[in-house]
């Protein structure tokens, strides 16, 4: 049973930067393709980027050239590194395995 637990999330002035974080349980994190979404209250969840267990990466058109995605297997860990924060990138992080598990989310505010 994979376990997947996010952090790393706050409140943010427009412009500033978080770094998010998702640590997981067992053994074979190294081959699974990662991913993160998110959800506004009443909306539908998001797909954000995903990495590839080869570390191959691909982003949705909202935040191309702003976020970026990495993993660190020995930590069994995957990061979202956010930069130019916009207000409409509020919403709770979730990331993802692509064998469906899901972590609890992180909420991330973009206000000023």
């Known amino acids: 049973q994979v376990q997947l637990v996010e952090s790393g999330g706050g409140l943010v002035q427009p412009g500033g930067s978080l770094r998010l974080s998702c640590a997981a349980s067992g053994s074979d994190f190294s081959r699974y393709r990662m991913a993160w979404y998110r959800q506004v209250p009443g909306n539908q969840r998001e797909w954000v980027a995903f990495i590839q267990p080869n570390a191959n990466t691909l982003y949705s058109s909202a935040v191309t050239g702003r976020f970026t995605i990495s993993r660190d297997n020995a930590k069994n860990t995957v990061y979202l590194q956010m930069t130019s924060l916009k207000p409409e990138d509020t919403a709770v992080y979730y990331c993802?395995?692509?064998?469906?598990?899901w972590g609890q989310g992180t909420q991330v505010t973009v206000s000023s």
């Open positions: 993802n395995t692509d064998f469906g598990h």
